[in-house]
């Protein structure tokens, strides 16, 4: 993108000048600077239409390694229901875990996304910066393309949505690991320091927030109890639906295959009167996939069934 960026400001300048010597009645060397503006945009097109401006328009210059990992990250789901799913997951990580400058990259960009610690964070950022093994733009794209190009063998979806809080975090994180501080760099390193900073006490904020809802939420739940009679169980469930700490969907799947479970060891030892009627809601259970607007509803229909068995 260095390269699209060079032609792209070069025909900005050149196109200023030419429309300045127009206003000024200079009407032929306005035609030149005018023509020379386009031959840089043509290149800039060019290179922003080639297969290495595709990339970087994705991932950034440097293939910015936590844009690479989050686009893996959002195919995951799709990758489990895959024949060779497993296979491309364990691929992908070892080839992380394998690599030096790939497993660098992991260890910087999950222990700043992923920060945990009440302490000052400004001043804790501002050491670990400090502590960070700075490495080398051509090594870190070179590396990181080599997770590319798993993304690109296996068909992955690489028009993922990332958030643009995230996308910051990213390249703030990547800043600070290609550059060291000095004279000439410290207001970016400031500014990507704030970046981190902010993107922790944000998460801190987040965390506090969902546990005091949680913390009502419980109460609330108890009460309910004792008003509508609702079972330890059930009661239960509430809690884990409710918790910020639970995976929805993990608990969906849980409550699915102990159903699944309880179903099969009934239809083996139900009569032939009544297994045909049990092999029916077994298949309507395992037809049954997560929703996240229904997923409570579905995880107390999953708990009726477990009763009745």
């Known amino acids: 993108m260095a390269e699209f960026n060079d032609n792209s400001h070069k025909g900005m300048v050149l196109m200023q000048q030419a429309l300045k010597k127009y ?3 200079d009407f032929e060397s306005g035609d030149k600077d005018r023509d020379e503006a386009n031959r840089y945009f043509d290149l800039a097109s060019a290179e922003m ?3 290495e401006g595709k990339i970087s328009q994705l991932y950034g210059e ?3 390694f936590g844009l690479v990992y989050q686009v893996f990250e959002e195919n995951l789901i799709d990758l489990l229901k895959r024949k060779d799913g497993k296979q491309i997951i364990k691929e992908f990580y070892d ?3 394998k690599n030096k400058v790939l497993n660098e990259q992991f260890k910087v960009y999950d222990a700043f996304e992923n920060f945990d610690n009440n302490d000052d964070v400004e001043h804790i950022i501002s050491e670990a910066t400090e502590l960070i093994k700075r490495l080398d733009k051509k090594s870190v794209m070179e590396n990181n393309n080599k997770l590319i190009d798993l993304i690109r063998k296996y068909n992955l979806n690489e028009y993922v949505e990332i958030p643009e809080e995230k996308e910051n975090l990213y390249e703030a994180i990547e800043y600070i690991m290609l550059n060291k ?3 000439n760099n410290i207001g970016n390193f400031i500014k990507s320091e704030k970046i981190i ?9 987040k965390q506090i927030s ?3 809802d949680f913390d009502m939420f419980k109460d609330k739940i108890e009460e309910s109890g004792k008003e509508f009679d609702l079972n330890e169980e059930e009661k239960k469930l509430f809690q884990d639906y409710m918790n910020p700490k639970i995976n929805n969907k993990e608990l969906f799947e849980n409550i699915k295959n102990e159903t699944l479970k309880l179903l099969g060891e009934t239809i083996e030892k139900s009569d032939e009167s009544d297994r045909e009627s049990w092999k029916t809601v077994n298949e309507d259970v395992k037809n049954m996939t997560y929703n996240e607007a229904d997923c409570f509803t579905q995880c107390a229909k999953l708990m009726e069934i477990k009763e009745t068995l």
């Open 23 to 25: 206003a000024e009645g």
């Open 49 to 51: 239409n080639s297969e």
């Open 62 to 64: 440097s293939r910015n």
């Open 95 to 97: 080839t992380i875990r």
């Open 181 to 183: 501080k000095s004279f």
């Open 197 to 205: 900073t902010e993107h922790i006490k944000n998460k801190q904020k």
């Open 210 to 212: 969902e546990q005091l």
